[in-house]
Each structure stands twice: as C-alpha cells, then as structure tokens.
C-alpha cells in the first residue's frame, strides 16, 4: 500500500488459516487494511476494543461462536448494527442465505471464491458503509428548519447531485439518518440505471473491471444521454412525507427487486431497492414502466 491511504478497513473473520491467509493477501494487495480473526469469539474480542471497521468478511461455519452468532450480536449493538457483513457460505445455500438476509446481512462470497468477485464485493460493501457514514456526518452539520419545508420540485443529472439531494431530502423526515441511504440509492438509480441506460450485466462487469465511475462520467457527456434528467418532488402530506421521483430513461422490470432474493446475494450491488423498502421507508411503488418511483415516510 505504500504511503496511501487504505481503501478501507476489514475485519477478515475464518477459522481455516489457509482461507484467512488468501483472503487478507487479496485484500491487502488491493490496497486495504486487514485485521484477521480465527473464529467469532476472536472477532468479538477485536470489536469489543475497536470498532472502527468499513465491513466484515464472516464465515458462516466456525467452532466456539458461528457466523450467524456474531451477526446476531452485531445488530444488537447500536454502534456495530450497521456495519456491513459479507457472508461466506458454499454453492448452492439458497437456505444459508435466506436465514442471513433475515438477520441482516446483504452481501455473500461463494466459496471457493475468485478474486475479482472478492474485491468487487469488499468493494461496494465499504462504498456503502462509507457513504453512510458521510451522510450521517453531513446531516449532523446541517441547520434545523427543514421539516417546515412543505413542497419542492428539483431536477438533477449527475451521482454529484443526486447525493446533494439526497441531504437536501432527507432533511424533511423525522429521521434523517433513516432515510438518506435509501433516498440516495432510488436518485442514483434514476441516473445510472435510468438516465444513462447500464443495465444490471452491465454494472455487474463494470464494478468487477474496477470502471463503473469511468462509465457513468462517460455517458453523462454522450449525447444520447446529455440531455436527459431526473425530475424529484418532495410533497408533505397529513401524516407522511411522500418523493416522487422520475427520469427518462426506458424503464425496466422492477418487481423482481423489491424483495432481496438468495440469487442475487451473491452480485456487488442490486440491494438498494430492496433495502430502501426495507430499511428507509414505509412503502416503495414503482409505477408504469419503472421509470417513476413513489416513496413514502410517515411522519406519526
């Protein structure tokens, strides 16, 4: 890594040395710093003194405290809850992941791995959890007031504003802190799956090549797509905060994402949809062709 920073930190979680070895090599040569541990109890003992991790990569099966054990003790504790958990488990689990999506934990690594979907997946596992923490750090920054907001209309093109929006938006809910991830992830999907037309295939290879910030800059000045934008309505209603968000792109099949399926556990993305129903708002309708989304928080 040099004198760089790292990319982030990982608590790398396995009880077979070898698998312990090639993971935190992977890892450390991509640039990030890795903490190990031989087994949930170990990892407990590590984040009971620090708990300044971007993700944790956990087997499921492991002597003295599981893999499920230890998720079931992270969400209990405040400070630990949110981190995101990468689950190791074996081919075919549809099971395993089903029991790990109801106890939080998004993101899984087939076993044996390969390396580029290792770090495709560490990879968005800490762009979340970083981009989380940012937003919780921006909200807290920002002045009172919002909530008297009543109605707004707003358009933007680029990721550089949706998550502008995003801080903007959020603001107008009860809990901010709540909302903003999930509102975050209907803007930016508006814009790259929308707006600039990268289909799921199409994302799936362009985090795995390392290029998907290089494809979204790319389209946003290509002229098939320069012109479009995505138009956002904010609207306080008696006893909710309704957004409406719409761009100009095709549209797509939608249903399919708004529940978190075992066959999709296993890609570096394609949870936001089903995590912001679940986790940040009260209802998520997509309508027509998918193109518009409405997305309601109640305020009591």
């Known amino acids: 890594m040099g004198s760089e920073a790292p990319k982030g930190r990982v608590l790398v979680v396995d009880d077979e040395p070898f698998n312990l070895e090639i993971l935190t090599e992977h890892l450390q040569d991509a640039g990030y710093e890795v903490v190990s541990a031989e087994d949930g109890a170990a990892a407990w003992d590590v984040l009971s003194a620090d708990r300044r991790f971007d993700t944790i990569l956990l087997d499921r099966m492991m002597p003295r405290m599981d893999g499920m054990a230890l998720l079931a003790r992270l969400k209990q504790q405040p400070e630990l809850s949110e981190v995101p958990v990468i689950m190791q488990t074996a081919v075919g689990a549809a099971e395993n992941v089903r029991e790990g999506l109801a106890a939080g934990a998004y993101y899984y690594l087939i076993k044996p791995f390969q390396r580029d979907m290792l770090l495709a997946i560490v990879a968005a596992a800490v762009s979340s959890s970083k981009e989380r923490r940012q937003l919780e750090a921006q909200i807290a920054e920002h002045v ?17 504003e949706a998550r502008q929006l995003t801080l903007l938006l959020s603001q107008t809910c009860p809990d901010p802190r709540r909302v903003a991830l999930g509102l975050s992830e209907l803007l930016v999907n508006a814009v790259e799956h929308g707006n600039l037309g990268i289909s799921y295939s199409e994302k799936t290879r362009l985090l795995q090549q390392g290029r998907w910030q290089e494809e979204v800059e790319t389209r946003l000045t290509d002229a098939r797509y320069a012109a479009r934008v995505v138009s956002a309505e904010f609207l306080r209603e008696d006893g909710a905060v309704r957004f409406t968000i719409r761009d100009e792109g095709d549209g797509f099949d939608w249903k399919p994402f708004l529940e978190f399926a075992p066959e999709r556990a296993f890609d570096p993305h394609g949870r936001g949809i089903s995590m912001a129903r679940m986790l940040s708002f009260d209802s998520v309708e997509y309508q027509g062709r998918g193109n518009l989304v409405v997305a309601r928080v109640k305020t009591h």
Do not use: E, P, V
């Open 144 to 160: 009172s007031g919002y909530q008297l907001l009543q109605h707004g209309m707003f358009r933007f093109r680029t990721l550089i």
